[in-house]
């Protein structure tokens, strides 16, 4: 089966300025991908390459196993999109702003109430857009991103802005769309969010890919125990340190983090005891993506 997404050596100059430097990545048809950088790293110059909104310096990119460079019209015909904030009629209707948009895009307006539906908006749909909150006009936008009944959907930033309870509607319905068979590319730095959404992430930092893999996968990197004694730790780190199975050891802030399997937590905590060294706290070290983001980005 062909690839949702393919690039191959995607770049885009902007004169002596490169805003995305190569890019090669692959988003497998029904997943939750997720794209993160900080400000700058190219995400948003990205997302317009893919939409034929930018023309790319140099590589190439095709989506649903059409190129975007040979018929961009039928590469996008099954993707759904929504950038940034959403821009409506505040004096139209939710429903009324989708006729406009399916109108103007040679849609069927059947879908419009469809669409309402499935984002939840079915009981607010003929009130005027200025009088939706944040969250609603999210949701009415990811409604006009559903409108071509697209494969695939691109979303940067959906809750941006949003409250805690706004976050945790967008969050469930972008699982409802996952689990109906969509496949959807997440542009967002909410990086709790796409911790819980997504399946594998890519990292961009200063338009280069630095990171790229299953989410799970990536936070087991460098994981290892993390361990805190009573009294002086230097007798603990040379005992640690004869260990085949420990690479490393260093502490932090109290704490001793030793770059070992987390299933020797067992086995450590007998060795210590047996050489009379008494253990205040020893456990698994738990990686967020949050703080596997901010090391291979450099932002710490």
């Keep these: 089966m062909t690839a949702a997404i393919q690039t191959e050596g995607l770049t885009k100059r902007y004169g002596a300025r490169v805003a995305v430097d190569g890019l090669s990545l692959t988003v497998a048809r029904g997943e939750v991908f997720g794209l993160l950088g900080p400000n700058g790293a190219g995400k948003t110059t990205t997302i317009a390459m893919l939409l034929g909104l930018v023309a790319p310096s140099a590589g190439r990119a095709s989506l649903l196993g059409h190129e975007l460079g040979r018929g961009p019209s039928l590469a996008l015909r099954q993707v759904g999109a929504m950038i940034e904030s959403p821009a409506l009629y505040p004096y139209l209707s939710g429903y009324d702003n989708l006729r406009v948009l399916a109108r103007a895009g040679g849609l069927p307006e059947a879908r419009v109430p469809q669409v309402i539906q499935t984002v939840g908006l079915a009981e607010r749909a003929h009130d005027k857009a200025r009088a939706y909150s944040q969250g609603m006009r999210q949701r009415l936008a990811i409604a006009a991103a559903l409108l071509p009944d697209p494969e695939l959907i691109i979303l940067d930033e959906p809750t941006n802005g949003l409250d805690p309870a706004g976050t945790v509607e967008i969050r469930d319905l972008i ?46 990197r460098d994981s290892g125990i993390r361990l805190r004694v009573e009294g002086d730790p230097g007798r603990a780190i040379a005992l640690i340190r004869e260990l085949p199975w420990v690479h490393a050891v260093r502490a932090e802030g109290g704490l001793l983090l030793i770059d070992a399997p987390a299933a020797r937590v067992a086995e450590l905590n007998g060795y210590l005891a047996r050489n009379e060294v008494a253990v205040a706290e020893i456990g698994a070290r738990e990686r967020s993506l949050e703080s596997f983001f901010l090391e291979v980005t450099g932002d710490r």
């Design 175 to 220: 699982r409802d769309l996952a689990a109906g068979g969509r496949t959807i590319l997440l542009c967002s730095h909410m990086l709790h969010e796409v911790e819980q959404l997504c399946g594998r992430v890519a990292i961009l930092k200063e338009g280069r890919l630095i990171a790229q893999g299953a989410v799970d996968e990536l936070l087991r």
